[in-house]
């Protein structure tokens, strides 16, 4: 599932020969959630926290139970783009790191293509990071897209 997203889970008590039982037989139960929240009184989880968990049930009367899942990246909020320098002479070489972040805070390093870079001057060698090649004097911009979100910077080569 993804972050920022909500499951509902459902159980129910069977004895050995698959036989429905009252939940009341198990005894009491305690829910942990690793990755999210997990919200009994209505059995929902909530995934915040990108990586692979377990949702585990345990009660009182000695009943155990695991659900192992998996929480992804959520839906892009912003683009960040972070450069080794903004202030460069005009043969510098600035790189260029850039990552997703969902709604939970989850950040996710994106490779993005040569299309995917606008710049007013130099050349760009894509990668992880990208490279910008400055190549003359004064106020540049350099404008990246993904999943259809852009983001420009603004960098002094002298």
């Given at each position: 599932m993804k972050a920022?997203?909500?499951?509902?889970?459902s159980?129910?008590?069977h004895d050995q020969f698959d036989n429905m039982l009252d939940l009341a037989v198990g005894g009491?139960?305690?829910?942990n959630a690793g990755g999210g929240v997990f919200t009994e009184a209505n059995g929902t989880y909530y995934a915040i926290t990108v990586g692979e968990y377990n949702i585990t049930m345990l009660s009182t009367g000695g009943i155990y139970h695991e659900i192992p899942i998996v929480v992804d990246h959520g839906e892009m909020v912003s683009l960040e783009i972070i450069a080794s320098e903004t202030y460069v002479t005009a043969d510098d070489i600035v790189w260029l790191n850039t990552t997703r972040i969902d709604g939970m805070g989850n950040r996710l390093s994106v490779e993005l293509p040569l299309a995917n870079w606008t710049i007013s001057d130099g050349m760009i060698d894509e990668g992880q990071p990208a490279q910008w090649h400055a190549q003359r004097r004064g106020s540049k911009t350099i404008t990246a897209s993904y999943a259809g979100m852009e983001l420009s910077l603004i960098h002094i080569s002298e």
């Open positions: 920022g997203e909500t499951c509902q889970l159980w129910t008590l009491g139960i305690t829910w």
